[in-house]
């Protein structure tokens, strides 16, 4: 079985601050992750994914998300937080032996505060 | 480039009466579609997926189906819904069956039920 752990359900940080959002992960094989984010009554968007190589991840709107496998975890940063990102954030996780489904976390309300 | 379509954007129906919420995507062919709800503005719940015309696996069993008639077209139906079948329903389409591939989520219908 796999599985998708965000510890933080509320994350606060200050404008021009950096961030990061935490997330662990556990699964069979080779894993596969992603970052989603989701802004209010619209559907999850696409971040950025590891799927093997470089550790650091770089995504989308300035985002990356550090790979780390003795740790199992796969925390999503940014070097200087916007208003503007503040959202929903999901971490996802599929293993190399599964091809449909991915694990969902249950979500880092991540809040950029002026 | 792809786009996924959902409709109605938000719903309200009374205990007891049917349900067809629908889903196409437009750009691709063959994708693997996905049924998701989400309670709560938090964790996503995988309810079916699809890999082709007229195949569907479930993975939660409840009052609710879905069906596949054309390529690109995924509907989610129930005959008669229940309270508990409130939230925010996600339609998502991916690729091929690569276990790398991320999944493309549409906007959502919030189905409020009375």
């Known amino acids: 079985a796999q599985s998708v752990a965000q510890p933080e359900d509320q994350v606060n940080v200050a404008e021009g601050n950096p961030l990061t959002v935490k997330c662990t992960y556990s699964?069979?094989?080779?894993?596969?992750l992603f970052w989603y984010v989701q802004y209010p009554n619209r559907g999850l968007q696409f971040l950025l994914k590891?799927?093997?190589?470089?550790?650091l991840v770089k995504g989308s709107y300035g985002f990356e998300a550090e790979f780390n496998k003795s740790q199992t975890s796969f925390h999503l940063k940014k070097p200087s937080a916007l208003v503007s990102d503040s959202a929903l954030y999901f971490c996802?996780?599929?293993?190399?032996?599964?091809?449909?489904?991915?694990?969902f976390g249950s979500g880092t309300q991540l809040t950029v505060l002026p | 480039s792809q786009t996924i379509h959902q409709w109605p954007a938000t719903l309200v129906q009374p205990v007891g009466s049917p349900l067809s919420l629908e889903c196409t995507v437009e750009?691709?062919?063959?994708?693997?579609l996905y049924w998701y709800r989400q309670a709560a503005g938090r964790g996503l719940q995988l309810l079916f997926y699809?890999?082709?015309?007229?195949?569907i696996s479930s993975e939660v069993p409840q009052n609710l189906s879905a069906s596949r008639p054309q390529d690109r077209q995924f509907i989610l139906s129930s005959k008669k819904l229940l309270l508990s079948d409130s939230g925010f329903y996600l339609c998502?389409?991916?690729?091929?069956?690569?276990?790398?591939?991320?999944?493309?989520f549409g906007d959502g219908t919030r189905l409020s039920i009375l």
């Open positions: 699809s890999v082709g015309i007229g195949q």
């Open positions: 590891y799927i093997t190589g470089d550790n």
């Open positions: 998502a389409w991916s690729t091929g069956t690569g276990a790398d591939q991320p999944q493309h």
């Open positions: 750009g691709t062919s063959n994708p693997n």
């Open positions: 996802a996780v599929r293993g190399s032996g599964s091809a449909r489904q991915l694990t």
């Open positions: 699964v069979s094989g080779n894993p596969y």
